[in-house]
């Protein structure tokens, strides 16, 4: 019988009760599909993270309600900024350096994709409603499995390779902010009606490194697009070397 690859998961921090924890969707959505999904404690320390990534065969980093803090890509905080944890942007930074060091995997989802973005020297937008003219609506509230708008990709890419139905393509949208000016070794391949990156991946070949601006946790078991997303993922990390 073959492995069941192991996926690494880092957490979020609730402030109020001091506690880790994490939505239960993500982790259902690998177990269903075939791989082991192991939580990441928020605890920024080498020592143990390095240890982590070096055990698992992939790393997904979660959608979180924080937001990186802009210090990082040297821009001072814009006043529609949402809340700051430390704790989830370096223990999120450190297990993406362990990650590229070692060419793990990578599932980027959201605030996953955001950070990302920033651990190869990218910035984001603070803010869509401020910061993007005309911008289509990114938080769409409940329900959060619906498919709120209308993406478009690059035909050349990953992504389009796990699209079924290329002639309409929606995805979920819960975030307030994106993408600015691309990290290094990553390259937008889906983007909004008003030009908000909604999919990076990673330009070398012995890589996989997604990332996704919408939820593909929330709609995998009714949107082949999410599916395709996680098994592709789980199949790169049971078949890496």
């Known amino acids: 019988m073959n492995r069941k690859p ?40 080498k020592d143990y993270l390095t240890e982590i990534v070096k055990n698992v065969d992939g790393i997904l980093l979660p959608g979180s309600d924080t937001d990186v803090d802009p210090l990082i890509f040297n821009e001072e905080p814009r006043p529609n900024l949402k809340k700051i944890i430390p704790e989830k942007e370096n223990t999120d930074l450190m297990v993406l350096a362990e990650a590229e060091k070692l060419k793990k995997s990578v599932l980027g989802i ?91 991946e990673d330009t070398r070949k012995d890589r996989f490194v997604l990332g996704v601006q919408w939820h593909p946790e929330l709609s995998w078991k009714t949107d082949s697009l999410s599916k395709n997303i996680f098994e592709n993922f789980i199949s790169a990390c049971k078949n890496k070397k």
Not at 12 to 37: C, N, W
Not at 116 to 139: A, P, W
Request: proline fraction near 3%; glycine fraction near 8%.
């Open 110 to 200: 959201c605030f996953g994709m955001q950070v990302l973005n920033v651990s190869r020297g990218g910035t984001l937008f603070q803010d869509i409603e401020t910061d993007i003219e005309n911008c289509v609506k990114h938080e769409q509230g409940k329900p959060l499995s619906r498919n709120s708008h209308r993406i478009e990709f690059e035909e050349e890419s990953l992504l389009s390779r796990l699209i079924t139905n290329k002639n309409d393509v929606r995805v979920n949208s819960h975030h307030h902010q994106a993408v600015g000016k691309l990290g290094k070794n990553l390259r937008p391949t889906a983007w909004a009606k008003d030009g908000v990156i909604e999919c990076i």
């Open 6 to 45: 192991i996926i690494g998961l880092t957490m979020r921090l609730e402030l109020e009760s001091d506690r880790f924890y994490l939505g239960r969707d993500y982790s259902e959505a690998l177990e269903a599909l075939g791989a082991i999904p192991y939580h990441i404690s928020l605890i920024p320390k």
